[in-house]
């Protein structure tokens, strides 16, 4: 539970830093293919609430 609210945080209070690991995550994901990569990439960057849809929607679950 502290994760979650430290990862929501940190999406919210240091975009730029969530963005980056969010990127990251997704080039290094091996289930993902091009195209869900590329659409979570674009969809990740909006303000504050990118990688909040990435970290409930798309990464399973899990951010770092």
Same mark, same amino acid.
């Given at each position: 539970?502290?994760?979650?609210?430290?990862?929501?945080?940190?999406?919210?209070?240091?975009?730029?830093?969530?963005?980056?690991?969010?990127?990251?995550?997704?080039?290094?994901?091996?289930?993902?293919? $091009?195209?869900?990569?590329?659409?979570?990439?674009? !969809?990740?960057?909006?303000? $504050?609430?990118?990688?909040? !849809?990435?970290?409930?929607?798309? $990464? $399973?679950?899990?951010?770092?």
């Amino acid at each position: 539970m502290i994760k979650l609210i430290v990862e929501i945080l940190l999406a919210i209070v240091l975009h730029p830093v969530a963005y980056i690991l969010v990127v990251i995550d997704v080039v290094n994901r091996k289930d993902m293919s $091009g195209f869900w990569k590329v659409f979570w990439i674009i !969809l990740a960057f909006p303000w $504050g609430i990118g990688p909040i !849809l990435y970290l409930f929607f798309g $990464g $399973g679950g899990k951010f770092w």
